[in-house]
């Protein structure tokens, strides 16, 4: 049987051209001339450290810096992704303060919460009724999501079913509407704040009494 694949934050020490990349000076202030560049990873499908060297595609990659790699894994509330990110991000601020010429660029703002309110027939669904022990009836049904695309998009995805496996079970058929006074002024915003703000808003959305889908 076949050992379990993992995955790792890393980091990548990078040949002297790195330096020239567009912007790295004025990311790192406080760069130590005397360390190299690098460049913070995220790598899964892989058994061992050892193969993060080879498996990584980052330009002018010299070596990868010892003490640093960490194995990461779903925490059980927050997915794997969610947990990764924070580690990346946690991780390049700690190699910047420590004098490390770090290349990597801040987050873009290419993410997006969104809520679709939904048919109250979903209710039905022993999942639902399990994960939402507090709901009332006289609230709306909501799904949260995150994404990369458009709401538009999603919705129509959902409501199709397109999107099933995606996530949003149930929601075939029984999407009636965006909800974009519930989460547009919230977007846009980098990957990261969106996985957390979907979590957030679905637990916020619960404790007042909504049935919620999606969430996670």
């Known amino acids: ?26 990311l790192n202030p406080e760069r130590d001339p005397a360390r190299r560049c690098v460049r913070v990873g995220r790598i899964s499908g892989i058994k061992q450290p050892g193969q993060i060297f080879r498996k990584c595609r980052f330009k002018n990659k010299r070596s990868i810096l010892k003490g640093y790699t960490t194995e990461y894994e779903s925490d059980g ?8 990110l924070r580690l990346e991000r946690a ?13 990597n660029k801040p987050p873009k703002l290419d993410s997006s ?9 979903v209710r039905k669904h022993r ?21 990369r695309r458009s709401p538009e998009e999603r919705f129509q995805e959902h409501h199709t079913g397109e999107g099933q496996k995606k996530g949003g079970r ?13 989460y547009e002024f919230y977007n846009p915003m980098p990957l990261l704040e969106s996985l957390e703000l ?15 889908l999606g969430g996670h």
């Open 1 to 26: 049987m076949s050992a379990v694949t993992k995955s790792f934050i890393y980091v990548a020490v990078l040949r002297d051209a790195a330096l020239n990349t567009s912007g790295v000076k004025e």
């Open 77 to 84: 509330v927050r997915s794997k992704l969610e947990v990764g």
């Open 91 to 103: 991780l390049i601020r700690q190699l910047r303060h420590e004098g490390w010429t770090v290349i």
């Open 113 to 121: 919460v969104y809520v679709i309110e939904l048919d109250p027939s």
């Open 127 to 147: 999942d639902v009724i399990r994960n939402n022990p507090n709901a009332r009836s006289s609230k709306v049904c909501l799904y949260v999501g995150q994404t």
């Open 170 to 182: 149930h929601l075939k058929g029984k999407c009636v509407k965006l909800r974009p006074d519930l």
């Open 198 to 212: 979907e979590r957030d808003l679905a637990e916020d959305f619960r404790a007042k009494g909504h049935t919620v």
